[in-house]
């Protein structure tokens, strides 16, 4: 005979009163899926309670609370450097963050992932939120702005100098998936090049077929371009601002470019809005744009 | 309390003839597993409207991402039992020096999270990687390609069939082979017509899990192969990308992915329980 590994082959517990062994499985799987929608209650608190939306008592400083900030990636190093100066003025809170693309986030708020508040890499994917309710319309405000950058490999292999030279043949380009902010505003940029006389209105296309991958986030497109495994790539002048010597820029002039305007909101849900709102207050006041302005962001 | 000082009466007992309690028991206890792994599939079929998903099934890039998990999958499946049976074989017949430590490291493209895997194939076969470099001055370039994709499928599921494999010639009596020898078959012959046929259901399903992990494969290929619809974008990347655009699509393909893969391994383990059978 031959052995056989029991975790490997489909052979089954040597059961020989199946039908009865059937007969209670079905049963006491009846019976858990009576019970489970008790048993399933309690682990999800996020679930809309808009009731401390008006919370009388302000839990200001509560030792231990926890404040959840969703924020696109392209805010990660400046929304960081944030973090220790608004604990440091709101003793107790613990602010967290959860950093991706903006429209995973939408996408995980509106799945019920527990969030105080959203800043986004663009309008559309707070709209997205408040089209599930989860952020009251008209609370969000734009607190900064972003503008797009060409970027190369510091040994730049394709010499690519110009934004012409993205339509050379054969170029291994790494953009946004459509998606995400920086995606879209990528293909504004190619259409409003494409009107103009000096670049033709092949280049759009033609950028377009020299494109290798639609990565999901900025940051990853920034990392693949700094390992030199793309030519060139588009993303914001602040994500380029993090590795400046391990990549050249060209800048695309404001014509042509696109003005990422990034709004913040509180979540309706949010368990602690004051502190929500404390935060936003914090990121508008002057202390929270000088920061953002360090790391390459255009003040609100 | 008390059963604990009858304990090995009870044993004897349950030897003789099963025990209908225990087998209850049993069953409550197996429960709250059974329901955690199955209501989340419920979920997925519950939530997903049939008529989106009529629709979603005609989008072209759902199309695509089929397609292309299906194409890559077959590959990296092929390589591994290509390149891994050779492996496997050595690792269940020849003691060597060394042999559980080969073993071991074999096991860590399977414990490893699949991004370490991606990123250590894009510096190794990326354009300046260790071969990468090397394959980009001959003109060959890897990453970005649906080869790329199977590479990364390949890295992360192909030990799954080693290890089987592994398991499976080990399994085969010595002795069978030994008699086969002295009849004056070659060591090939002996391989094709005595290993192999005792060994190959076990093969099989160590084939079924590798190409089950290759179709779930996602880590090492966004981070290696990227992501590009009908080239790189396979199952898995579709899933995920359009669970932040559109969460029907995702559901679409994520059934998709459902059914196909429980098809196959229920299909598998029919032949496989024939098989046993008869052995």
């Excluded at chain 1, 696109?72 to 613990?94: N, R, Y």
């Excluded at chain 1, 995606?183 to 033609?206: N, R």
């Excluded at chain 2, 394959?135 to 990453?143: E, M, P, Q, W």
């Excluded at chain 2, 974008?233 to 559109?246: K, R, V």
Aim: hydrophobic share 50%; net charge neutral; with cysteine.
């Amino acid at each position: 005979m031959l052995w056989l590994p029991s975790a490997v082959l489909p052979t089954e517990a040597p059961v020989k009163h199946s039908p009865i062994a059937i007969l209670t499985l079905l049963l006491t799987l009846l019976i858990a899926a009576c019970g489970a929608p008790a048993a399933q209650s309690p682990p999800s608190p996020p679930a809309p309670t808009t009731a401390p939306t008006n919370a009388p008592t302000a839990p200001t400083a509560v030792a231990g609370t926890t404040l959840t900030v969703f924020a696109a990636a392209s805010l990660t190093d400046a929304f960081k450097a944030i973090k220790p100066a608004f604990e440091a003025a709101h003793p107790g809170v613990t602010v967290v963050y959860n950093f991706a693309g903006a429209q995973q986030l939408a996408a995980q708020i509106n799945e019920g992932a527990p969030a105080d508040v959203f800043a986004s890499a663009n309008k559309k994917q707070i709209d997205v939120v408040i089209s599930s309710s989860k952020i009251i319309s008209g609370t969000a405000q734009t607190f900064v702005r972003n503008r797009l950058v060409v970027i190369t490999p510091k040994a730049n292999p394709a010499g690519i100098t110009s934004l012409k030279d993205l339509a050379k043949p054969g170029l291994k380009l790494i953009f946004e998936a459509k998606a995400v902010p920086a995606g879209q505003y990528s293909l504004d940029f190619l259409t409003k090049a494409s009107t103009l006389p000096e670049y033709t209105s092949a280049y759009s296309s033609t950028v377009l077929s020299n494109v290798v991958s639609y990565e999901d986030n900025v940051r990853s497109v920034l990392s693949k371009i700094v390992l030199g495994e793309g030519d060139a790539g588009i993303v914001y002048t602040t994500d380029a601002a993090t590795v400046v010597d391990k990549i050249n820029t060209i800048a695309i002039p404001d014509e042509l470019n696109v003005i990422a305007v990034y709004p913040i909101a509180p979540l309706a849900n949010s368990k602690i809005p004051d502190m929500a709102k404390a935060f936003i207050a914090y990121v508008l006041s002057p202390e929270g744009q000088q920061v953002l302005a360090t790391y390459g962001f255009i003040p609100h | 309390m008390e059963q604990s000082t009858t304990f090995p009466r009870i044993v004897t007992d349950r030897r003789r003839r099963p025990f209908p309690l225990t087998t209850l028991g049993l069953l409550l206890a197996s429960l709250p597993m059974l329901a955690y792994l199955l209501f989340p599939l419920l979920a997925m079929i519950l939530r997903i409207n049939p008529v989106t998903l009529l629709n979603n099934l005609t989008n072209p890039e759902i199309g695509q991402a089929i397609w292309l998990s299906m194409v890559t999958t077959t590959w990296s499946t092929a390589l591994g039992l290509g390149f891994g049976t050779p492996l496997a074989y050595l690792l269940a017949r020849r003691h060597f020096r060394g042999g559980s430590l080969l073993d071991t490291l074999i096991e860590l493209p399977m414990v490893l999270p699949p991004s370490v895997a991606g990123i250590a194939l894009l510096i190794t076969f990326g354009r300046r990687g260790m071969i990468g470099a090397w394959l980009d001055d001959a003109g060959i370039s890897i990453a970005f390609t649906t080869v790329a994709v199977v590479l990364a499928q390949t890295f992360v599921s192909a030990p799954f069939y080693i290890k089987t494999a592994v398991a499976g010639f080990a399994g085969v009596e010595r002795e069978l082979e030994q008699a086969a020898e002295i009849d004056g078959a070659t060591p090939a012959q002996v391989f094709v017509w005595i290993t192999l046929p005792l060994a190959w259901p076990v093969l099989l399903s160590g084939l079924v899990m590798t190409w089950a992990r290759a179709l779930g494969e996602f880590g090492a290929t966004i981070l290696f192969a990227g992501n590009f619809p009908g080239r790189t974008q396979t199952m898995p990347l579709a899933i995920y990308l359009g669970f932040e655009q559109d969460i029907n699509l995702s559901l679409t393909l994520a059934l998709i992915l459902l059914g196909v893969s429980f098809l196959v391994l229920w299909i598998v383990k029919a032949i496989l329980r024939q098989r046993v059978m008869t052995l």
